[in-house]
């Protein structure tokens, strides 16, 4: 089993940053890859991007590209979240989630291909 423990949300006005936390704790020698998604009320799950665990594979959805990085700290298990300029449409609840397996590429991009997900970190972003 692989836990995921997001954190760094909270309030940012609109045009700021905010950088969240995805730490991996048990059986993280297993993971494959890792992913951030995102979900605003009343809305369906969003792809936010990918990185593979050895750290050397990103990928942005395209609205995020820009403005938003992926990153990861091998030591300390952990994988990172940049997000700056941030906009009001930018307000979700987001998620980490990992899978020890190679899947899909449309599976790590839907959501469906992840054996391990967080509980979220909520980002809000004031006007």
């Known amino acids: 089993q692989v836990q995921l423990v997001e954190s760094g949300g909270g309030l940012v006005q609109a045009g700021g940053s905010l950088r969240l936390s995805c730490a991996a704790s048990?059986?993280?020698?297993?993971?494959?890859?890792t992913g951030w998604f995102r979900q605003a009320p009343g809305k369906d799950r969003e792809f936010v991007g990918r990185i593979s665990w050895s750290g050397g594979s990103t990928a942005l959805a395209d609205s995020m590209k820009g403005r938003f990085t992926i990153s990861r700290e091998a030591a300390k298990n952990t994988v990172y979240l940049q997000m700056n300029s941030l906009k009001p449409e930018d307000t979700a609840v987001y998620y980490c989630?990992?899978?020890?397996?190679?899947?899909?590429?449309?599976?790590?991009?839907?959501?469906?291909?992840?054996?391990?997900w967080g509980q979220g970190t909520q980002v809000t972003v004031s006007s």
């Open positions: 989630a990992a899978q020890a397996v190679p899947v899909p590429l449309s599976a790590l991009v839907d959501g469906t291909g992840y054996s391990y």
């Open positions: 048990g059986r993280t020698f297993s993971v494959y890859i």
